[in-house]
């Protein structure tokens, strides 16, 4: 069955739906000890589904992304750390509530190369339901993010050169 047609020659057009667009900054890291092919890294746990990530977060106002990034890996890596070198930088949109509104968040993510400095993961904040060391060479098969493979794909190239 065909949908009738209210009067008018085209199809029913809608108003457009304004949905408000937040910037958010974001900073973490890869957190490695040990050298080239020994190497190991740190990956959290988060959510329901037990996603496998690297460790990140919001940077607070008025806070540097290589603060942030070795705050990230302290609060939920265990572990504390130091900034090698900047990796890469990623951006995305996703879709979120704030105050209840949905809004379109615009994402850019400060991800660096950090040195094992000291610490345990097993003393991961309460928002990670795992943090671990794993082989570099198995760590980006075991994340779920493509954005976040590549970064581990570089740097293990990274690492590699030291």
Do not use: C
Not at 68 to 90: F, K, N, P, Y
Request: charged content about 30%.
């Amino acid at each position: 069955m065909t949908p009738r047609k209210s009067g008018g020659s085209g199809p029913r057009r809608f108003p457009a739906i304004k949905v408000p667009i937040r910037d958010q900054t974001s900073a973490g890291g890869v957190v490695f000890r040990g050298e080239k092919d020994r190497a190991e890294v740190v990956i959290v746990s988060v959510g329901g589904q037990h996603r496998w990530q690297l460790p990140k977060g919001l940077v607070d106002k008025g806070e540097d992304p290589e603060v942030t990034a070795v705050r990230e890996a302290r609060e939920e890596g265990g572990v504390t750390s130091e900034v090698v070198l900047h990796i890469e930088t990623i951006e995305y949109w996703y879709a979120g509530l704030e105050n209840g509104i949905r809004v379109r968040f615009h994402k850019r993510v400060h991800f660096y190369l950090l040195k094992y400095i000291s610490g345990d993961t097993k003393d991961h904040d309460w928002e990670v339901n795992e943090a671990r060391w794993v082989p570099l060479e198995d760590a980006a098969n075991q994340l779920a993010f493509d954005n976040e493979r590549r970064v581990m794909e570089r740097a293990r190239e990274l690492i590699g050169q030291r």
